[in-house]
């Protein structure tokens, strides 16, 4: 999102860009449930070379973003072991949300960030039983990349509630016989006794009135917004985290900053789906801020698609026998022709029109960028188990796709020289 904002202001008349980034990488985070399990392919979702995903004409600095001042309208990060402060006019944050593991630590270097994945990975290779803790898609994904990469270990998921909640319960129904028929355990309810972090020793927690053991305990769910260098003004901020917005994505605190993914609005789920709409409506926003003119209000992207439409249990590249469901209800009309309703394969993509999905090329690429193929059978439109030579398909790798750091965005003008900065930093 950052980087798309970045594009979007850097081509502004009188406006400078800077963008702050936390880590001197980049990684894909939808590589990660993959890369946990199999950590040689750690490489292939990182972009080590800060220089391969800048955009033309904006300043870069590096460091995580400690505090904000919002009566001064400063932004400190450390860099260095210094604190340095940059002023600004308008301020985007678009910093995410936390997730321990899926993203690096802020502020970490490239080498510990690839020793702690090794580290995870050595550690699931040598353990019997494996705790994965959250039942979204995160938590389905890894949980089914550690069943098929390793058939013989005990893995549980545990929930607080019904897995992928979001998604309709014959979905939900669907999923859990999924889990059944590849031996995941799945344990819901309240939990107690879990760490915060991921650990790597031997432990147990309480699910509901189930203890469980582990040796491995790997919380893969949602810490809410990453929103804590904003603390100081907690005005600022609901409950969860969001900042208060209004329907044009403005803080309703201080109107000098604005949301994009992490913003209380109501929004179906958080996804490029609806990331797309948000950093195009914000970043004109800001550019109307700053001239002084009418804001206009956000509209949702793709508001059809209430839940996201792909469900993975595991991925093929870790193994046999992992899973994925495709609801295409919730696709817009485009999607729906050309995924034929679901029907994919054939004879319902006759040649050339399965080409995209079979040609050669593609298992040239499939480590960094696996392809699925799911089947609908006659009763639905959710598969029933996936081929074992399939994958899903997970967009596009890092280094055409540079926007996963989060990135903090925010403007200074300068009156006397009539030039505005913007910054960004994540």
């Known amino acids: ?16 860009v800077t963008i702050v980034s936390a880590n001197k990488f980049v990684e894909w985070p939808l590589a990660m449930p993959v890369c946990l399990v199999k950590p040689e392919l750690h490489d292939k979702a990182i972009s080590p070379n800060f220089d391969t995903f800048k955009v033309k004409g904006v300043e870069y600095k590096f460091g995580p973003v400690t505090s904000v001042d919002v009566s001064a309208q400063t932004v400190t990060y450390t860099a260095d072991g210094k604190d340095e402060a940059v002023p600004y006019d308008a301020l985007i944050v678009a910093t995410g949300f936390g997730m321990p593991l899926v993203y690096p630590a802020l502020g970490t270097s490239l080498a510990d960030r690839k020793a702690e994945v090794l580290k995870v990975g050595a550690a699931i290779k040598a353990a019997s039983t494996v705790v994965v803790s959250g039942g979204g898609p995160v938590g389905l994904e890894l949980a089914g ?5 390793y058939p013989d270990k ?33 344990v819901t309810g309240d939990i107690s006794g879990a760490p915060e972090e991921f650990s790597l020793e031997v432990g147990s927690l309480t699910a509901g009135n189930e203890k469980v053991s582990y040796d491995v305990f790997l919380p893969m769910y949602s810490r809410g917004p990453n929103t804590a260098f904003l603390k100081g003004a907690p005005e600022l901020l609901d409950a969860r985290g969001a900042i208060k917005v209004n329907e044009s994505l403005q803080s309703t605190g201080r109107g000098q900053i604005f949301a994009v993914g992490v913003g209380d609005n109501k929004v179906a789920f958080i996804g490029f789906a609806k990331l797309d709409a948000q950093w195009k409506d914000v970043t004109n926003n800001v550019k109307a801020y700053l001239e002084g003119k009418e804001l206009k209000k956000h509209k949702e992207g793709m508001p059809g698609m209430t839940h996201p439409p792909i469900v993975v249990v595991g991925n093929s590249i870790n193994g046999k026998g992992a899973w994925a469901g495709i609801d295409c209800s919730v696709l817009p009309a485009p999607l729906k022709c050309y995924c034929c309703c679901g029907m994919g394969g054939f004879p319902f993509c006759p040649p050339p029109c399965c080409w995209p999905c079979v040609h050669p090329a593609a298992s040239a690429t499939a480590a960094a960028r696996p392809r699925a193929r799911a ?3 006659s009763s639905g439109r959710w598969p029933s188990r996936r081929p074992a030579s399939t994958s899903r398909g997970l967009a596009r790798p890092p280094s055409s796709r540079p926007c996963e750091a989060r990135i903090r965005v925010f403007a200074r003008h300068h009156p006397k020289a009539g030039l505005s900065q913007s910054y960004m930093i994540g």
């Not at 999102?1 to 400078?16: D, F, I, P, T």
């Not at 990349?145 to 990469?149: K, L």
């Open 154 to 186: 005990k893995v549980v998921l545990v929930s607080r509630s019904k897995i992928i909640a979001g998604n309709p319960e014959k979905t939900q129904n669907t999923v859990m016989g999924v889990l059944k028929s590849m031996n995941i355990d799945l």
């Open 1 to 16: 999102s950052a980087k798309h904002c970045a594009e979007k202001l850097v081509g502004a008349k009188n406006l400078q």
């Open 145 to 149: 990349n550690i069943r098929v990469q």
């Open 375 to 377: 089947r609908r059978p």
